[in-house]
């Protein structure tokens, strides 16, 4: 459940029978940062991007962890590689506005 860190522990238990899952390692991710555990959400986005770089919304939400913990420099790195993978998705649009911002600050 988003924002209330249910089924965290689930998904942490599940990952130590299966630790190279990358569905379970990209909903971990996703759950810690909705929780605003960005330390943890940007740990296990790595772990995930390990077993597939190719993965453009992991890198987007990467990003925009570092962000928030205002690591400018790895959070334009992160939305540039977005940018470089899916130059015309949507996703890319999003993180190209988001380069363009961060530079502005």
Known sequence: QEGTGEGIEEI???LKEDPNNPDLLDWLA???YSNNQMDKAIEIYQR???LN???ET???Y???SFYKLGN???AIEEW???VSLKPDSKIAKNAQERIEKARQS
Do not use: I
């Open 12 to 14: 942490e238990a599940k």
């Open 30 to 32: 996703f759950m810690y």
């Open 48 to 50: 995930a991007l390990n």
């Open 53 to 55: 770089y190719e993965n």
């Open 58 to 60: 992991q890198h987007y």
């Open 62 to 64: 990467l990003g925009n």
């Open 72 to 74: 400018m420099d790895r």
């Open 80 to 82: 540039e590689v977005v």
